[in-house]
């Protein structure tokens, strides 16, 4: 079963969001206890990182089907005609790419990932490592006013809802092998970063974990 293009469209959306919500909260958060731009740019380089990550997978993803995938006419029912979804097809030609096929109301059947899954798992465990920090920012004192604690309940309302539409994608339309490797290549993408690389801590070539570098107390028991 295929996703609607507008759902479709408003996932794709979904990366724009969660830059918005979750940019401004890290920036927010960072400038009101450091007062250093510099500073907030390299945590907000984190997201930049994801971005570019999501962008190459989606070009290799799109290589990927491409290279594995044929095109394919629906026909009228025939006897004996071997099917796709149910109905007969024509094999019309293999070197095709799948934006012209589509583009020219034919069928495209290729090796597929779940570009909407990897978005979603990503935009979900990204958001969650992200805001991760605002219990120990206020548990040390960090200033808190009316705008950080909106734009975190923007982001958890955010993670909220990536959280509702993954479960509505496996639930309504079911692609489990193409979700899976999406899912998988989503926490992987996560695991790889916040798990991996960022914990080599905050260089030229690594912006660090979130929180790196502001949560040492002051003597007033404020963070420094």
Known sequence: MH???????????????????????????SFSVRRSLVLSLRHLSRLVVAGV?????????????NAT???????????????????????LREG????????????????????????LCLCCLLVAEETAVFGPYLTLGGPSGA???????FCVTLLGLWMFLLLC???????????????ALGCLSWRGLYQGWYRLGPSWYCPGRPGVGLFTKKEGGKPE
């Open 3 to 29: 996703v609607p293009l507008q759902v479709k469209a408003f996932l794709r959306s979904g990366w724009g969001w969660t830059c918005i919500f979750v940019g401004s909260f890290v920036f927010l958060l």
């Open 53 to 65: 990550l999501w962008v190459g997978f989606r070009k290799l993803l799109d290589v990927l089907e």
């Open 69 to 91: 995938g044929s095109c394919y006419e629906p026909l009228s029912a025939v006897d004996g005609q071997p099917t796709v979804d149910g109905q007969p097809f024509l094999l």
């Open 96 to 119: 095709a790419s799948k934006q012209l096929c589509v583009g020219n109301g034919m069928l495209w059947r290729g090796y597929e990932v779940s570009e909407d899954i990897f978005l």
């Open 147 to 153: 705008p950080l604690r909106l734009l975190f309940l």
């Open 169 to 183: 994608l496996l639930a309504y339309f079911p692609a489990f092998p193409t979700q899976i490797l999406g899912g």
